[in-house]
């Protein structure tokens, strides 16, 4: 007899662009960090930004800061190997800007990020009987800020930076999806995953993650951050790139991904 999963999928979310928005916090922290360590010669554009995020390969933010760095730089002709950035200061001062000066007492950015959603949200799949927790390139000091003194959420399902390597690795989503089967006695090898996320990274993850582990279905969501959700030109040229890395569908806000809309990619993967 096949075995049949007993629920209808699982729902994994990352935290940036998703839960929170991001453009006033982490996205000003790296353009604080490329014109700092600039001498203010170049301050990246949210749309820098996010071409460079469309290679796939930046979803740590202080990688990403360096990288912007390092090419404003070779646009002078200094090659990486003349410059020796420290990453390590780079780090240090994007903390200073995200988190605030004092590690222990925040007044950074972090403070202000308005949410993306509601925790009545999350109650509708729990009541749906769909599990559901986090895979997130941020900290877990940062993701821990914003699930569970901004939500209110009990220590959720979370894989954060430091528990697996970054985006688009499929480790943390598998680990995830596990601690998530743990929790859970309706979910099987079958039951299918869904992956919801704001980045190309987001997406190749999803596509790993079927090449990791091909016995389930794996969907990958994209959702519009707000800031590329400013005028409909730009929102629609980042949703088809999100497309063009693997998104299923591509929705402007998470709350949009009820169970019936679950429901729905369920039956249209079983059809594919």
């Not at 704001?198 to 990791?212: E, Q």
């Amino acid at each position: 007899m096949t075995e049949q999963p007993s629920t209808k999928a699982i729902v994994v979310f990352d935290i940036d662009g998703v839960v929170r928005d991001v453009g006033g916090s982490y996205r000003r922290a790296i353009a604080d960090t490329v014109e700092h360590f600039t001498a203010a010669a170049y301050r990246p554009t949210p749309l820098d930004i996010d071409q460079l995020k469309s290679e796939g390969i930046w979803n740590n933010d202080w990688e990403a800061s360096q990288e912007l760095i390092y090419r404003y730089f070779e646009t002078l002709c200094y090659s990486r190997e003349q410059l020796q950035l420290d990453y390590n200061a780079i780090v240090t001062f994007f903390q200073s800007r995200y988190r605030g000066p004092d590690p222990d007492d925040w007044t950074g950015y972090i403070c202000n990020e308005p949410l993306l959603l509601q925790p009545s949200y999350l109650e509708e799949l729990t009541k749906a009987e769909i599990p559901w927790g986090f895979f997130s390139g941020a900290t877990r000091a940062s993701a821990t800020y914003v699930l569970e003194k901004r939500l209110g959420l009990k220590p959720p399902v979370l894989i954060a930076m430091e528990d697996a390597p970054g985006k688009p690795d499929p480790t943390g989503l598998f680990a995830t999806v596990r601690l998530l089967d743990s929790h859970s006695k309706n979910i099987n090898k079958l039951t299918a995953v869904v992956y919801v996320g704001d980045t190309v990274a987001d997406m190749h993850t999803v596509k790993k993650a079927r090449l990791g582990e091909p016995s389930r279905a794996w969907i990958g969501v994209g959702i519009l951050p707000p800031h590329v959700q400013e005028t409909a030109a730009r929102g629609d040229a980042y949703a088809e790139t999100l497309l063009a890395a693997g998104a299923s569908i591509v929705l402007s806000n998470v709350e949009q991904l009820s169970p019936l809309k679950i429901q729905e990619l369920l039956n249209e993967t079983a059809f594919e």
